[in-house]
């Protein structure tokens, strides 16, 4: 640990006052950073998936915590949803809906406007849970309060 304790104090020596050390000792200490950036890169990942998989078990979307007397929060956040399919304008149509209720003149589907669409509810909301599907993972989002 005290081994730990004058690297530490060694390399922030070396950050305040680089001038006053060898270009291998500058090697050196940047060698000693990235393999710390490594590791606290790693280690955040795996904290974070622990929580937001604790998170989930509990069905939790928002914590509060205490950190440095200050109160932060942590939420669970899910990705956008967005639509993949192709023609989706001509099969809504088809529906017999109008297609920019869900999309924009030059067809893009959007689910801003299809999530409203839907609370129309019937077999216009079941087209459009049909279509617009949660993508990628979820992330966390920590700010103060």
């Known amino acids: ?9 060694n390399i922030k020596d070396i950050i305040d006052r680089p001038h006053d050390y060898s270009d291998e000792e500058l090697a050196v200490a940047i060698e000693i950073l990235k393999n710390a950036n490594s590791y606290l890169r790693d280690s955040n990942t795996r904290l974070i998936q622990n929580l937001m998989f604790r998170m989930e078990l509990d069905s939790a979307t928002k914590m ?3 950190f440095d007397d200050k109160i932060c929060e942590v939420t669970l956040k899910e990705n956008s949803t967005e639509c993949k399919e192709k023609n989706l304008d001509t ?3 088809a529906e017999g809906f109008d297609p920019l209720e869900i999309g924009d003149w030059i ?8 999530k409203i669409a839907a609370k129309f509810g019937g077999k ?7 279509y617009f599907k949660k993508t990628g993972s979820k992330r966390l989002e920590f700010k103060e309060k």
């Open 1 to 9: 640990m005290d081994d730990l304790i004058t690297i530490k104090k």
């Open 64 to 66: 509060i915590y205490k």
């Open 91 to 93: 099969k809504y149509q």
């Open 107 to 114: 067809f893009k589907p959007s689910f801003r406007k299809a």
């Open 124 to 130: 216009k909301k079941e087209f459009i849970e049909k």
